[in-house]
């Protein structure tokens, strides 16, 4: 499948529309028209996430068939960031391939729904006509000619809309409401101002995402299910029904999956996401601490150290994520900045390590943290050992030999991860945390 011509069009009513190269797709079908161009030239869909290679995979295919999908997992393992991911894409669609949709309508459906019954007499296309866009139009006989239309782009609250899953989360938020306070005021009941739009209007064209599915009430959860299985929604005090179409994609962490109704989810496809591994949560520390550009260096051996010494921890006494692994390498970025060196060393890992975990205790699993790190944590020698066998050798010679890791053995220095320019700028740093524990 070739993606469609990129040159600009520029309708300005509806009569302008014919023999425009403008999209008819359903949604989920430019999901998928932008999806296959990105891997045929070569482009990553996920660029920030690492690893998740099989999930991505179906999560992409899911979605090019129009069904929605839930992302499980435990927390921090990447399922907000793999639906953020998905709307970029989306997103990509809009900004090159013409979508244009009737000026004030509340669902930014597409023009071309209007176009065919009025300029081509499809009526098989009226259903995709929302409500005021019908009285607007058809009960008064407006010509095409006279019909503004606009080009859609998408954004947060215009083709992407986040709910955020608790307990107040009510009907409403999600359907929207006919304001029968405005009605009264106005008396007209398709003026748009008597629509407030809810998260369902806002996600028209795009995505809809839903963050802990399972902690919304069941009201809520409920009120998805006609715009999930019949593309159409009503919004509260409403007797009318809008036309629909977004892609759903919502999240639950295992601990909330129980919450999530059966009516629900029947409707949705579920999608396990595991914990990446630990070379591939190094590689988001990694990113991480460059993007907040502490100005320090941090050795690759520490990194690695702390992200399995962060793993080893987690579910001993409390559940250690890879966003706590990612806090706590930014904590000993911090100290050692605050303690005015240009590296971190063992010390500034050790410090953030303890931080982090008995930050995540509560009052039930404080004593037993502490308890945990006084029995001691993954041996930072033993680390070394084994990743820098050489480690011992360096020591022998910095500490009983009197060299400097300037005039250490180069073959001394070939196991270590740091580029060759840095290796004997840390050989010293390790040195110091293979001979001694800090306080």
């Known amino acids: 499948m070739e993606p469609e011509s990129k040159g600009p069009v520029e309708a300005k009513n509806l009569a302008e529309l014919e023999d425009k190269n403008v999209c008819t797709k359903p949604v989920s079908s430019r999901f998928a028209a932008e999806a296959i161009y990105m891997l045929r030239e070569g482009m990553q869909m996920f660029p920030s996430i690492y690893g998740l290679d099989h999930v991505k995979r179906r999560l992409v295919e899911v979605l090019m068939t129009g069904h929605g999908v839930i992302l499980k997992g435990d927390f921090g393992v990447g399922k907000t960031a793999l639906a953020n991911a998905i709307f970029a894409v989306v997103k990509r669609y809009y900004d090159t391939h013409p979508v244009y949709s009737n000026v004030g309508c509340p669902v930014r459906e597409n023009s071309k729904y209007l176009y065919d019954y009025l ?95 399972g902690l919304l009430n069941k009201e809520a959860q409920y009120a998805l299910i006609q715009g999930l299985q019949e593309k159409h929604f009503s919004p509260t005090n409403s007797r009318m029904t809008f036309p629909i179409d977004f892609l759903f994609v919502s999240t639950t962490n295992t601990v909330n999956e129980f919450q999530i109704h059966k009516a629900i989810h029947n409707r949705l496809v579920g999608l396990r ?9 190094a590689a988001i520390v990694r990113e991480n601490l460059a993007e907040r550009q502490f100005g320090v260096y941090f050795p690759e051996l520490f990194i690695e150290y702390l992200v399995e010494a962060i793993r080893q921890l987690s579910d001993v006494s409390v559940y250690l994520g890879p966003r706590s692994t990612i ?32 930050g995540q205790a509560d009052d039930e699993t404080y004593d037993e943290c502490r308890k945990t790190l006084s029995m001691g944590i993954l041996k930072i020698s033993d680390f070394l050992r084994d990743r820098l066998p050489s480690v011992e050798a360096l020591a022998l010679a910095l500490e009983t030999e009197g060299e400097t890791p ?23 740093l390790y040195v110091d945390a293979y001979l001694k524990e800090c306080g």
Request: aromatic share 6%; net charge negative.
């Open 119 to 213: 300029v081509m007499g499809e009526h098989s296309a009226l259903p995709g006509v929302c409500p005021v866009c019908r009285h607007a139009y058809l009960q008064t006989e407006t010509r095409p000619s006279d019909i503004p239309v606009e080009r859609v782009y998408l954004a947060e609250g215009a083709g992407f809309a986040r709910v955020q899953g608790n307990e107040d989360v009510d009907p409403e938020k999600i359907l929207g409401m006919y304001h029968l306070g405005r009605y009264a005021e106005i008396g007209d009941p398709f003026d748009p101002r008597v629509l407030v739009p809810g998260k369902i209007a806002q996600a028209s064209g795009g995505v809809f995402f839903v963050d802990e599915l």
């Open 273 to 281: 996401i595991d914990r990446v591994t630990a070379f591939e949560e």
């Open 327 to 358: 806090r706590a390498s930014q904590i000993a970025a911090a100290s050692a900045l605050l303690e005015g060196r240009h590296a971190v060393s063992y010390c500034d890992v050790r410090e953030a390590i303890y931080t982090e975990v008995l």
């Open 406 to 428: 300037e005039t250490v053995d180069e073959s001394l220095l070939v196991g270590m991860p740091e580029a060759a320019g840095q290796r004997r700028d840390v050989v010293g």
